[in-house]
């Protein structure tokens, strides 16, 4: 079986899907206050349309699937399609990106289903007012309680933190706090600029090395082995029931180890998170396209990634990276 693998030798064996550009939250670092230009439903990929595209992917080597937005559970039926992977043989896991306002009533569905392995939970802050200021929306106390729902679950459970400068970095050892007794991942991400506007300006530069400091003003810290695909430098902390991880996200220590690549809800297939987007599957599939020249077209789009998110930055022909996460896919 062939199987993608890019000019630099990584093996392809994880994709990131967005499922919808809406959201129900305005996150400030995300997409601005107004919100976005959302696209004509019959701009999104159906979810019949991504079935296959993922099928497809799995024959040629992938194994893993997340499943971003916009967020997920705004999409009608979402579970339905949760349901319909998990008949995919060739996929061991099911990982789910959320911000927690709407998944409570489905979690015990969630459960039943054996390949969605883990939940990240986007939450940037433990205190109710701020929370709202970032999300731009009530939502603190949904989200709260979803956090403690899944942390009682047989799910894994990962926190997303995205560090903003002036916002929420005075929480970030409270965060790491939350380990003690909680079994959880804490996963610290640099911020970055796609909101929608293009970056903001930041008094302080929040890298991976300066958070680190911070948590190691307070805490003795171990690093854990993690993979070597790892999106996250991973930590334990003596006698803490869960860890923390930092995700080097926009300073991109991360690339050379990448084996990801991503498909937005429109379609558009990203060999990089800082790319412009390198081809329109949704097109090429309603035109006719059959299984074969899916997979034709897959290990020829993965010769096209770059090494790194510097240089997909540095070869964009839109300009600079100003789309919202929420287009781009979480």
Same mark, same amino acid.
């Given at each position: ?15 990131r ?6 959201? /129900?939250l &305005?996150?400030?670092?995300c ?12 701009? *999104? *990929? ?23 937005g ?7 039926d ?7 992977l ?8 099911? /990982? ?9 009533k ?8 054996e ?10 802050s ?12 009530? @939502?603190?106390?949904?989200?709260f309680?979803?956090?403690? *729902?899944?942390?009682?679950?047989? *799910?894994?459970?990962k926190?997303?933190?995205?560090v ?12 790491? #706090? ?10 610290f ?10 970056? &903001? ?15 190691e ?8 082995q993690?993979?070597?695909?790892? $999106?996250? #430098?991973?930590? $334990?902390?003596?006698?803490? #029931?869960?860890?923390?991880?930092i995700?080097?996200?926009?300073? &991109?220590?991360?690339?050379n180890?990448?084996? #990801? ?6 379609? $558009?297939?990203? /060999?990089?998170?800082?790319?412009d987007g ?10 006719? @396209? ?9 290990l ?6 770059p ?20 287009t781009?896919?979480?």
């Amino acid at each position: 079986m062939s199987k993608l693998i890019d000019n630099f030798g990584r093996q392809i064996a994880y994709v990131r899907l967005a499922v919808t550009d809406r959201c /129900n939250l &305005r996150c400030q670092y995300c997409m601005p206050a107004h919100g976005i230009d959302i696209v004509p439903k019959q701009e *999104l *990929l159906t979810f019949k349309e991504m079935y296959r595209l993922i099928r497809v992917l799995t024959e040629l080597g992938v194994t893993k699937v997340r499943l971003t937005g916009g967020e997920p559970f705004v999409r009608k039926d979402f579970v339905g399609f949760l349901e319909m992977l998990s008949y995919n043989d060739l996929l061991d896991a099911i /990982n789910i990106t959320t911000n927690g306002a709407l998944i409570s009533k489905y979690i015990a569905d969630i459960e039943k289903l054996e390949k969605v392995k883990n939940i990240n939970l986007s939450i940037d802050s433990l205190k109710a007012v701020k929370f709202n200021e970032i999300t731009r929306r009530n @939502a603190f106390d949904a989200v709260f309680k979803t956090m403690e *729902l899944l942390e009682k679950s047989t *799910l894994k459970l990962k926190l997303n933190v995205v560090v903003q400068s002036g916002i929420n970095t005075d929480e970030i050892k409270d965060f790491v #706090r939350l380990t003690k007794d909680r079994n959880l991942a804490v996963r610290f991400i640099e911020e970055m600029p796609f909101n929608g506007n293009g970056q &903001r300006e930041m008094n302080e530069n929040w890298t991976f090395n300066k958070i680190l400091n911070e948590i190691e003003t307070e805490f003795k810290v171990t690093e854990v082995q993690s993979e070597k695909s790892s $999106t996250s #430098r991973n930590y $334990t902390i003596e006698n803490h #029931r869960g860890t923390f991880g930092i995700i080097p996200a926009f300073t &991109r220590s991360i690339c050379n180890d990448c084996n #990801r690549i991503r498909i937005t809800s429109t379609g $558009t297939f990203k /060999n990089c998170l800082f790319d412009d987007g390198v081809f329109n599957l949704r097109e090429f599939i309603r035109n006719g @396209a059959s299984n074969d020249d899916l997979k034709k077209l897959f290990l020829s789009l993965v010769k096209e990634k770059p090494a790194n998110g510097f240089i997909a930055e540095a070869n964009r022909t839109k300009g600079g990276v100003s789309e919202s996460m929420s287009t781009i896919g979480g």
